[in-house]
């Protein structure tokens, strides 16, 4: 009787131990599907002199909006989540289960990283888990949530994943983080030197999250996108959005152009300058990218080049078609950022897009002038539909270059330079920039009213739909 008050006693110390992780894995799975597996595997600590039961990770099976998935969940509140042998035997055996019914993993960490007491074997143990993620990848898709912190060996276990979501309060590093703090001289949160913030633009900042509610929503959102051929929606894909004919900006375009308006943000916290999102239009995954999205940054830079190239390698992956909505001038760099090797960013795009074997399709909303034309509108580099507004402006130069360029002597012979400027520039965005002239030639398939984005992209959907 008595082996079996203490049993009871540990197994409540055990529950009691992960009230948060547990109410957390409540807050995103649905209810009452979590299923619990090797509850009590556990392993010996010389330094704790304990056996921590239930190795500080919680693992089993579950659903999320009806999606199965195995689950692996570091518990913070014991010995700090560490890393230690039998910790990694337990993750090992979801990560196998998981692979065996080639089903999703979902890897919620939260850890302080190896567990002080063990020798090598836990950096074997490790490498085995490291190894058996590397090999997962192949069946099914491994989404990490960094719940607190993810310091060591557990960075590299999220830099695994295929996407990671990141709480205002996450931190990830390699080494220590008030180490890195201390040599840097740095003051202050952690999570502001090594969290979500610092990492959008990398895939470790890809998603960010609020709440258990707000990851549980875009997890199912993200799984939608990537593994169902037809999203659910009865929004009629011939809907039209007269209002856009007065003007418009990112969030009406993309009213009009998704289904129900719904879609999943990507790399919101890098470069607002260039929207990416994951969304439907009549039911079928697609990747939108709107440039100049913030109304003041016509031009791409390092940064939205480097976003915009990100987002299309996942989309190729998955092979979910491109919509590009166009409104750039071309690339703004500085003669640093030239001298640093500038050209090979812009070159790593153009790389990019000629190797995405997703359909692409790119509506000229605003402008397309030179490098911006080239890289997210041209046939030759892939581009399977090119549709312009009327009001939208294309041409190898903008209108200020090109008079300075071509009209030098006129300017320079009128009574009235400034008037005589501004008359060659409207001539030249209305005789060499009219999307009509660039129709004519044929890299402009069709000329669209902006009330008719979402009709015209569904048909060219539709067609391109394997």
Do not use: W
Request: glycine letters at 8%; one cysteine or more.
């Amino acid at each position: 009787m008595s082996d079996l008050i203490t049993l009871k006693s540990k197994e409540t110390e055990l529950y009691a131990s992960s009230k948060g992780i547990r109410e957390f894995l409540g807050g995103i799975l649905d209810e009452a599907s979590f299923v619990e597996t090797d509850v009590f595997l556990s392993g010996e600590n010389l330094i704790y002199d304990s056996v921590p039961y239930g190795e500080g990770v919680i693992t089993g099976y579950a659903t999320i909006g009806g999606y199965p998935v195995y689950v692996v969940a570091q518990n913070g509140e014991a010995l700090k989540g560490s890393f230690g042998e039998a910790h990694a035997r337990k993750i090992l055996k979801c990560i196998k289960r998981a692979r065996k019914n080639e089903l999703p993993l979902i890897s919620i960490l939260d850890s302080a990283g190896i567990r002080a007491g063990e020798g090598l074997e836990v950096l074997d143990a490790f490498a085995e888990v490291f190894a058996a993620l590397n090999e997962f990848r192949y069946y099914a898709h491994h989404v990490a949530i960094i719940r607190g912190t993810a310091v060591g060996l557990m960075a590299s276990y999220a830099a695994m994943a295929d996407f990671v979501f990141m709480s205002g309060k996450a931190t990830l590093s390699v080494n220590p983080p008030m180490v890195l703090a201390a040599k840097a001289k740095k003051d202050g949160k952690y999570e502001d030197i090594l969290g979500a913030k610092v990492f959008a633009a990398s895939k470790l900042g890809a998603f960010r999250y609020e709440t258990p509610a707000d990851v549980s929503d875009k997890i199912i959102k993200l799984f939608s996108y990537l593994d169902e051929e037809l999203v659910d929606s009865s929004d009629d894909p011939n809907r039209q959005t007269p209002s856009l004919n007065n003007g418009f900006n990112k969030d009406e375009l993309m009213a009009a152009l998704a289904d129900e308006g719904k879609y999943l943000e990507v790399f919101d916290g890098f470069c607002p300058s260039v929207f990416c999102a994951l969304t439907s239009v009549n039911s079928l995954p697609v990747g939108v990218i709107v440039t100049n999205a913030d109304g003041a940054s016509p031009r791409l830079n390092k940064y939205s080049i480097k976003k915009i190239r990100r987002f299309i390698k996942i989309l190729d992956a998955y092979d979910i078609p491109l919509i590009n909505l166009v409104d750039s001038e071309g690339i703004d760099s500085t003669l640093e950022e030239e001298q640093a090797g500038f050209a090979v960013s812009a070159a790593k795009l153009l790389k990019v897009v000629t190797e995405c074997s997703s359909p692409k399709i790119s509506i000229v909303v605003g402008k397309a002038i030179g490098f911006a034309y080239t890289a997210l509108c041209s046939k030759p580099l892939g581009y399977d539909f090119v549709a312009a507004f009327p009001s939208a402006s294309i041409a190898s130069v903008n209108a200020e270059t090109a008079i300075n360029v071509f009209y030098d002597e006129e300017i320079r012979a009128a009574k009235d330079s400034d008037k005589a400027r501004k008359a060659l520039a409207e001539k030249y965005r209305n005789d060499m920039a009219n999307p009509f002239i660039s129709a004519k030639g044929g890299s402009v398939d069709n000329i669209i009213e902006p009330a008719m984005l979402r009709p015209y992209v569904a048909s060219v959907l539709t067609m391109t739909a394997e």
